[in-house]
């Protein structure tokens, strides 16, 4: 990916006519952290818009907002991206407002049903072979969700535009070849990721009553 805007030595001039995207990693934050870790998760989205306004300096102003998990009509998607996300939606929503448009990128049918499926396999099964039956329609359901973003994305950007799109870090999006894409992660994004390691390794190991307990038994 594109470094310009990071590391300040990328000549802009080399983007002029093509199609560039600005990608946004989203981490999976615990609701728990945002009492928790409420100052980091302010500094980081500030850290990001900031770093989107100095991309937007070089490549162009965004004219379309790209968001995973939504889907339906215009007037729904905003009010849905406020329930999914809403530590992005205040940035999406300031976009907008300014310059870019707000678009869906999902297949409700394919989101929904590959949903469900991992629902399946997060409660645990003791059948291998129902295991293998759920994973394989789990996964093949999640390239469909890859594509349909990609194609989503491609039939929507036209030529010379820039895009702005908020996603899993460990997506499997597949962009178009003309297409160049711009990884937005200030320093905060690494600082972010390891509260959230941290988080939930405290939330898995037992409290002080638990390990009383088991040193007893011993």
């Known amino acids: 990916m594109a470094t310009l805007g990071s590391t300040g030595k990328t000549d802009s001039r080399q983007f002029d006519g093509k199609r560039k995207l600005l990608l946004v ?3 999976p934050v615990p609701p ?12 980081h989205w500030e850290s990001v818009e900031s770093q989107i306004n100095n991309l937007e300096k ?8 790209f968001h995973e998990m939504l889907y ?5 998607v905003e009010s849905l991206l406020e329930q999914i ?9 300031k976009i907008t407002q300014s310059s870019g448009t707000l678009k869906a990128t999902e297949d409700p049918d394919i989101l929904m049903e590959m949903t469900d499926w991992q629902r399946c396999l ?3 099964l003791m059948s291998q072979a129902a295991y293998q039956l759920i994973s394989e329609k789990y996964q093949t359901l999640s ?21 702005l799109v ?40 037992p409290g002080p009553v638990e390990e009383e307990v088991e040193e007893e038994k011993k």
């Open 32 to 43: 728990g952290m945002n009492d928790d870790q409420g100052d980091l998760l302010d500094r």
């Open 58 to 65: 070089s490549l162009g102003t965004v004219s379309s907002v």
């Open 122 to 124: 997060s409660i645990g």
């Open 72 to 76: 339906g009509e215009r007037d729904q």
């Open 143 to 163: 390239q469909s969700r890859f594509e349909k973003i990609s194609e989503v994305i491609d039939k929507d950007m036209e030529e010379n535009s820039v895009g």
């Open 166 to 205: 908020f996603i899993s870090e460990d997506h499997r999006v597949q962009f178009s070849s003309d297409i160049q894409v711009f990884y937005v992660s200030p320093p905060t994004h690494n600082d972010l990721k390891l509260a959230i390691q941290t988080y939930i390794e405290n939330q898995n190991s």
């Open 85 to 93: 996300s809403p530590r992005s939606f205040p940035l999406v929503k």
């Open 25 to 27: 990693p989203l981490l």
